[in-house]
């Protein structure tokens, strides 16, 4: 499996001085879209997450503390990040199964989205989405 795929991977601008670290994320301007929703996830040590796609939902996902390992498979290849640079966003674009594992014990993870939650945007049976994404023209 390739591990990482520049273009995925979006640097983010930190500003650092004796005080620590502040990143600021504007939308359209540091990430491809206008954020609609912010949502995090925490203390995940030991679990599996995602384990589906969204088909128009646009999303950036920050491990702002501690690390976790993201699988991003977009029906034809399947990629793995490590996720472990409060500075780095992974972008994942629509028609993109998403699998997250391996969190550290203090894995924070941040998750910028292009819109509000909608349950019928998610696809999660992986032979459905593998049809539905290979049937649309390669990315
Ligand atoms: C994704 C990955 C990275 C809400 O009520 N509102 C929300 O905005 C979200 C994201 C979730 N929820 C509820 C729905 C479930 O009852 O929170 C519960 C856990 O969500 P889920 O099982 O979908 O969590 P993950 O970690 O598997 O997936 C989430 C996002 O749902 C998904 O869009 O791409 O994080």
């Not at 995602?50 to 977009?74: M, P, T, W, Y």
């Not at 992986?126 to 049937?135: G, L, R, S």
């Amino acid at each position: 499996m390739p591990l990482t795929a520049p273009t995925d991977l979006i640097a983010l601008p930190a500003h650092s001085d004796a005080r620590g670290m502040l990143v600021a994320i504007e939308g359209t301007i540091d990430v491809p879209f206008s954020i609609a929703r912010v949502y995090y996830i925490l203390g995940t040590e030991r679990a599996k997450r995602g384990f589906h796609a969204h088909r128009e939902l646009q999303q950036l996902l920050i491990s702002v503390k501690g690390s976790c390992r993201v699988i991003v498979d977009n029906g034809r290849e399947r990629r793995e990040h490590l996720l472990s640079q409060p500075d780095q966003g992974l972008r994942i674009s629509p028609m993109h199964w998403l699998e997250m594992c391996d969190f550290s014990k203090d894995c924070a993870l941040l998750v910028l989205a292009s819109a509000h939650y909608d349950e019928a945007d998610y696809i999660c049976d992986y032979p459905a989405f593998v049809a539905e994404a290979q049937a649309q023209p390669a990315s």
